[in-house]
């Protein structure tokens, strides 16, 4: 695990790659070492160095599955606890990791509070995913956080054929996370995960995420995600709630 930055002066974690083959995360983290060389209250961590090395989503286990084990007990759970020590101070944490589903990139929380909301301000998306459901709950990365957290999912696509402009859409929220001014609230729609997908071939069902699928009885959230493929289809939102923010 790689550490920059003072975690007892940080107000921002910007946390990277705790998937071995997502190493945009890791990318992000070193080009914003360089652009915020000076600033004092930015904490960065590339999470799962072992598993980027050898290009493999994990060593033993999804260390974003692992919070709250022992450490010891995997290689992911003795990286999840120094994660858990390393940013047990700062206030708001964003998560990067990517995936290949057919989507951009969209926001994702596991808590609904005045520190997510603060983080939700500083973007530009109108959907937003809420998973507080086990499988993005508190053996979570942000779920066993004290403080604020928002992950960001980016396409592999996007990634990797426009990492410059990905690198600019993580970049604004930073600064503007970090410079504190209040901006004009928006519409957003915080799309409230309830449960799992069930596998149905993507051949047999067109999901697109954040359409309402009536198979599905919901929002299809991640449905076309290939880490999945074969354990289940997704995520399903059954609830929207419209706010401003």
Known sequence: MKVIGDSDRARLAVIGSQHGNEPFGRDVILRLAEDFKEVSDLLLVVANEEALAQNVRFIDEDLNRAYGKPPGSSHEASVAHRITQTIENVPLVLDLHTTQADVREFPIIVRYRT????????????????????????????????????????????????????????????????????????????????????????????????????ELGGYAVLPNASEYVGKHRGFVATEVIDVEL
């Open 115 to 214: 520190e997510e909301q603060c983080l939700i301000s500083a973007t530009d998306y109108r959907d937003v995913a809420y998973m507080d459901l086990p499988h993005g709950g508190d053996n979570s990365g942000l779920g066993s956080i004290s403080g604020g957290g928002l992950a960001l999912e980016f396409s592999h696509s996007y990634t990797t054929n426009s990492f410059d402009q990905a690198y600019r859409d993580v970049y604004t929220i930073i600064e503007r996370v970090l410079s504190g001014v209040a901006r004009q609230p928006r519409p957003r729609r915080i799309f409230h995960v309830t449960h799992v997908a069930p596998w149905i071939a993507p051949e047999e069902l067109a999901l697109n995420d954040f359409r309402y699928s009536p």
